[in-house]
């Protein structure tokens, strides 16, 4: 049977925090990232790690997320090679420390001009689906050009034939005065 020591002493472990990264995980080079750590309320101490422990981070700079957890944020200025990685983080909340979160990948993508920061960064597999958008609104926006230009010459030709057709009842009528 393996339990945490903790379980011996009639204590439950400390819950495994979660990471996350803002804007994403794929980060264009030269750009700003923020690695976000949230665990319980009264957090002392958040720690942030590389998968090779190369890297630790430590701050106390813990603030209150919401009523029942707490944050770190973890900011990268501009990002390099030598950012990406597998990431996790764990806290310290009275003497103990808690389970590792969940890996979190960061990935360095090409040259700052080569990528755009958007939103949709994190999901490479999303380019080819923006690029379709793209070309599908280029056709309805030339579509609907076609339609209203299609519409002014028959609004135009209605107003032509209304003012014939007016000249000709007036020159009718002063043909009929004429007599």
């Known amino acids: ?16 925090p979660s990471i996350s990264a803002e804007p994403g995980t794929v980060i264009p080079l030269g750009r700003p990232v923020t690695i976000v750590c949230r665990g319980p309320v009264q957090v002392q101490t958040f720690r942030l790690e590389r998968e090779d422990r190369s890297k630790l981070n430590d701050t106390k700079d813990v603030s209150q997320a919401s009523p029942s957890e707490s944050e770190a944020r973890f900011h990268i200025d501009s990002v390099s090679e030598g950012n990406a990685g597998r990431y996790r983080c764990f806290y310290r909340k009275s003497a103990e420390w808690s389970q590792r979160s969940d890996y979190l990948e960061l990935v360095v993508k090409g040259a700052p001009d080569e990528v755009s920061p958007s939103p949709t960064e994190a999901d490479p597999s999303s380019a080819p ?14 579509l609907a050009g076609v339609v209203l230009l299609i519409l002014a010459v028959i609004l135009a030709e209605a107003w032509h034939s209304q003012r014939r057709a007016n000249n000709d009842l007036g020159n009718a009528d002063k043909r009929a005065s004429l007599r």
Do not use: A
């Open 1 to 16: 049977m393996n339990l945490p020591p903790t379980t011996f002493l009639g204590l439950r472990p400390l819950p495994r």
């Open 129 to 142: 689906i923006t690029q379709n958008c793209k070309v599908k609104n280029i056709v309805c926006m030339s």
